[in-house]
């Protein structure tokens, strides 16, 4: 089975007024076709760069650079109009602040028709009764009505279900999740992600589903990346990196994930902060925060190894024994 | 194991004073920081620099060209026109300082009230702000003109009172982010009086943007007093002033333009000084634009 | 049905500005030393005529009853006569008016034309030389004087080049392009501030536009840049555009026709101050607060076709 998105190596540096910044660092990536993959990591670490890297969405002050294959082509050698192709056709996007992301002048369905008529070169009522479809599909009620209606009158879940009929609307063959349910009450938080799987489940959409929690990953991903200082450290499926996973960090992430039923007195918590990199790591960038390190780790950097079938983690010291 | 340790992830250090006194030597403060001195002190040392009196009048030499007698030529009166702008200096002078020095005696202390304490007094103090924004100086001097007759004590109070809604905004705004700061909190809750808070927290942080702003404001006062003077609401003849003497050379734009053109550069000069210099030191001394 | 009650509170206030406006004008007038009928007659002036001069603008009754019988002849459309040349003063500025908002007009005209594109290029080029050259040109603007600048426009196409006229006005009935040749200037030195202000407010309002969420979404559903920017972005950002610059027209509009010697109704102001003209001064400031209320109830009515959430909320 080929890959639907087959990243290598892919590093970002930005150039900013104090020097430079690597976002990410030779990360490399697969998605099947239909596979939800879970992005994950905490604020900073580079998951939102690389997804958006690909596709080209990112500032001018930032140098791509690696291979992204997509479809037999590139991603990362593309015009820009050949990319435009791509963006909401082939792939799409939602984001996590649903209300400010759609724009306030303009009413749902005109958002969701614009790339229909886009793409698809459909004709305005066409446009307009796919989009009702569309809107049906997410599970939005009275679909017609809430058409002609502003942003600011729907509530975040809806939003957030409007950005995903916008999405889907061209049927991509991948769907790019950037933390689409931090922004939402907890209840409507799963009836999206519900909605994601039921997707996938329908239309056979690969997804790649970036978030920092934990808890949403176990929902409905299939597998796992975890990512740290803009490098992948582990991946996983998802049974096995809870059940046994191997990175320290990985660990930290989990234990500090609060479970009901056990009292504590402190939540657990990984010392210490993530760092900002200047250039590529030199070593492993999680040392100073590692319970585990010894002085290979300031030493060397420590690359992704195969420690069980289709379970790699890049550490010198990891975690055998599962949690 | 310290977080220096770890190859290329040191924070950037915190701006020493020395970089910071580096960038006030940047060509553009140096030439406008030169041309707003040079304009202060031109106006301060009139009498001492100027070669004649601004209204001598010599008709024997009425409209004559630069010589060595008279550096720039005279005027349609015969008056030296050099004397003339350098006097003309003392009246932008006076009333850019003084209209922008009466804005922010009545509009720190609302600025700093409102934002401060908030409630009903702040939203009403807001609101008339929004109205009185817009409001032009110009019909201001007209209406105080109208009464009192036209002078330019009375032209600096109409550009001093226009001015006052812009610097109640910034200071009301400037005050509304300070208050939420930890350390005026931490001042509120600790039972500090509250004219202390004001005085010793409140107050020295909004020096920096009153000064940035007062930067701004000179200039806008500036060009209103030479607007003022133009239409004969400012200074009366035969008190010179920059706006005055364009006026009166309008008749002979075509046979002495160097009268009109002489004013304009010097109101322009000074006026893009001041604005230069504005922009540079709200550049410095912004914390956020720090780091 | 917020949008009813958010018109009449609009309009409420509006009465009750023109009402304030009108009581600071006759009681600015009327506060004048010494008695306005010798003021208007003259020291010298004999009895009678001063009795006379009592009677047509009705000095001698009580301060409050003449304040009545000015706002009801207002309402009326009747302001009295001009002491200068005892012409109606309705009239005249029914004359004048129109002239000075043709002039604003044009004013307004040139500097959308020229500054709705100056913001988006600058916004979107931004930190290149032309955002440099374009923020640098606005800056000059800004630090010259409108009437400099008319002095300066006039001894440059007027003088030395002899393609438009220095002064002066013809009426559009009379000589449509003669009326044109007239105002361009004026009509660019007016503009010329407000183009300045306008680029600037367009260009930050842009980049605040560019940099936010719903433009990233825009770019991520494969819009071209045409797209985003002028469709997107410039009509988020156009809401700063559309804003009060009446204070800066009227004066600017008074000194332009001082300039240019053009009879407007910014000039009857002026010259009506010099003179002394009451009548006159009472009806321009009347009809001028008038003009400034109606025109801030036109910009809200304006802001609300643009943004739905004004419309929805009722408030701004």
Redesign the interface.
């Given at each position: 089975m080929s890959a639907l998105l087959d990243v290598r190596g892919l590093s970002v540096q930005f150039a900013s007024s104090h020097g430079r910044v690597q976002a990410v660092d030779d990360v490399s990536l697969t998605v099947g076709a239909g596979e939800i993959v879970g992005l994950v990591g905490e604020s900073g670490c580079g998951k939102s760069v690389a997804t958006m890297s690909l596709?080209r969405?990112l500032p001018p002050t930032a140098t791509v650079s690696g291979e992204a294959w997509f479809e037999g082509t590139n991603l990362l050698v593309q015009s820009p109009r050949q990319?435009?192709?791509?963006?909401?056709?082939k792939v799409?996007?939602i984001?996590q602040?649903p209300m400010?992301?759609?724009?306030?002048?303009?009413t749902i369905g005109e958002q969701i028709t614009?790339?229909m008529r886009?793409?698809l070169g459909l004709s305005r009522r066409e446009a307009r009764r796919r989009a009702v479809n569309l809107l049906e599909t997410v599970r939005i009620a009275d679909p017609a009505r809430r058409l002609s209606e502003?942003p600011?009158?729907l509530s975040g879940g809806m939003c957030q279900r409007a950005?995903i009929a916008?999405a889907i609307a061209c049927q991509p063959k991948l769907l790019i999740a950037d933390e689409p349910t931090t922004a939402l009450d907890v209840t409507i938080q799963t009836e999206v992600l519900d909605l994601l799987r039921d997707l996938r489940d329908e239309l056979g959409m690969a997804v790649i589903l970036i978030t920092h929690n934990l808890g949403v990953v176990a929902d409905i991903v299939d597998r796992v990346c975890v990512m740290y200082a803009g490098r992948k450290i582990e991946e996983a499926p998802v049974g096995e990196i809870f059940r046994a996973s191997h990175h320290p960090y990985t660990r930290g992430l989990i234990a500090a994930v609060p479970r009901l039923g056990n009292r504590v007195d402190r939540l657990e918590e990984i010392p210490g902060h993530v760092p900002v990199m200047h250039g590529p790591a030199s070593m492993c960038s999680f040392a100073p925060r590692c319970p585990r390190a010894a002085d290979d780790c300031v030493e060397y950097r420590p690359e992704l190894e195969p420690l069980e079938r289709n379970h790699t983690a890049a550490c010198f010291h990891p975690y055998q024994a599962p949690v | 194991m310290s977080a220096t340790d770890i190859a290329g992830s040191t924070i950037a250090p915190e701006p020493t004073r020395s970089r910071r006194l580096a960038f006030l030597r940047r060509p553009v403060i140096l030439a406008s920081g030169t041309v707003v001195a040079a304009f202060i002190v031109v106006a301060a040392l009139a009498p001492a620099i100027a070669p004649y009196s601004p209204s001598a009048t010599d008709f024997t030499a009425v409209l004559a060209p630069p010589s060595g007698r008279h550096l720039l030529g005279t005027d349609d009166l015969g008056r030296d026109v050099l004397s003339r702008l350098i006097y003309g200096a003392r009246a932008s002078q006076e009333a850019g300082v003084l209209a922008t020095a009466i804005a922010l005696a009545v509009a720190v202390p609302v600025g700093l009230v409102a934002g401060f304490f908030r409630g009903r007094l702040d939203a009403t103090i807001a609101r008339l702000i929004d109205?009185m924004l817009?409001?032009?100086?110009?019909?201001l001097a007209?209406?105080l003109?109208?009464?009192f007759g036209p002078s330019l004590t009375n032209a600096t109070l109409a550009l001093g009172i226009a001015a006052i809604p812009g610097l109640v905004r910034v200071a009301r705004g400037e005050t509304l982010v300070l208050r939420e700061q930890t350390f005026v909190k931490a001042a509120i809750v600790s039972a500090t009086p509250t004219h202390t808070i004001l005085r010793r927290h409140v107050l020295p942080n909004l020096a920096s943007t009153l000064i940035v702003q007062a930067t701004v404001t000179i200039?806008t006062a500036i060009?209103g007093e030479?607007?003022l003077s133009?239409?004969?609401?400012g200074v009366q003849a035969p008190t010179p002033s920059w706006?005055s003497m364009?006026s009166a050379a309008?008749p002979y734009?075509?046979s002495a333009?160097r009268l009109?053109?002489l004013?304009?550069a010097a109101?322009?000069a000074v006026?893009?000084s001041y604005?230069?210099l504005g922009d540079a030191l709200r550049d410095a001394l912004d914390p956020r634009l720090r780091l | 049905m917020a949008l009813a009650g958010w018109i009449l509170r609009r309009l409420t206030s509006a009465v009750i500005?023109l009402f304030l406006a009108s009581l600071l004008v006759f009681a600015?007038?009327h506060?004048?030393p010494g008695n306005a009928a010798y003021a208007l007659g003259g020291v010298e002036a004999s009895p009678e005529s001063i009795r006379a001069i009592e009677q047509e603008y009705g000095l001698g009754k009580p301060l409050p009853v003449q304040y009545f019988r000015w706002i009801e002849n207002a309402v009326q459309g009747n302001l009295s006569r001009s002491l200068e040349n005892r012409l109606p003063v309705a009239r005249t500025i029914g004359e004048r008016l129109p002239i000075t908002l043709e002039l604003a007009g044009l004013a307004v005209l040139f500097a959308l034309v020229l500054g709705v594109p100056a913001g988006v290029v600058a916004a979107t080029s931004r930190g290149s030389a032309v955002d440099y050259v374009g923020t640098g040109v606005a800056?000059?603007a800004?630090?010259?004087?409108?009437?400099?600048l008319g002095?300066?426009f006039?001894?440059l196409f007027a003088?030395h080049w002899h393609v438009l006229p220095?002064s002066g006005y013809v009426a559009f009935s009379h000589d449509p392009l003669g009326n044109l040749q007239h105002m361009l200037l004026p009509a660019l030195v007016l503009g010329s501030g407000l183009w300045a202000v306008m680029m600037r407010q367009l260009r930050s309002a842009m980049l605040e536009s560019l940099g936010?969420?719903?433009i990233?979404?825009?770019?991520?559903?494969?819009?071209?840049v045409l797209?985003v920017v002028f469709k997107?972005a410039l009509?988020?950002s156009l809401i700063t555009v559309v804003g009060?610059?009446?204070?800066?027209l009227?004066?600017g509009a008074?000194?332009t026709e001082?300039?240019f010697l053009i009879p407007g109704f910014g000039k009857l102001?002026?010259d009506s101050?010099?003179a002394?003209d009451y009548p006159v001064?009472e009806g321009v400031?009347l009809v001028?607060a008038a003009g400034y209320v109606a025109v801030n109830m036109a910009v809200d009515v304006v802001y609300t076709l643009?943004?739905?959430?004004i419309r929805?909320s009722g408030k701004t």
């Open positions: 596709l969405l990319l435009r192709a791509v963006r909401g056709r799409s996007f984001f602040e400010s992301s759609l724009n306030p002048l303009f614009e790339v886009k793409h502003y600011h009158q950005m916008m | 109205v817009a409001f032009p100086s110009l019909v007209v209406a003109s109208a009464i200039p060009i030479s607007m133009f239409l004969g609401l706006g364009l309008e734009i075509a333009p009109i053109l004013p304009i109101i322009f006026t893009l604005n230069l | 500005v600015g007038v506060a004048l800056l000059t800004l630090s010259i004087p409108h009437f400099a002095l300066l006039i001894l003088v220095a936010s969420d719903y990233r979404t825009a770019r991520a559903k494969g819009l071209g797209s997107h009509r988020n009060l610059y009446l204070g800066a009227i004066s008074v000194v001082q300039v102001m002026l101050v010099f002394r001064i400031v001028s643009i943004d739905p959430r929805a």
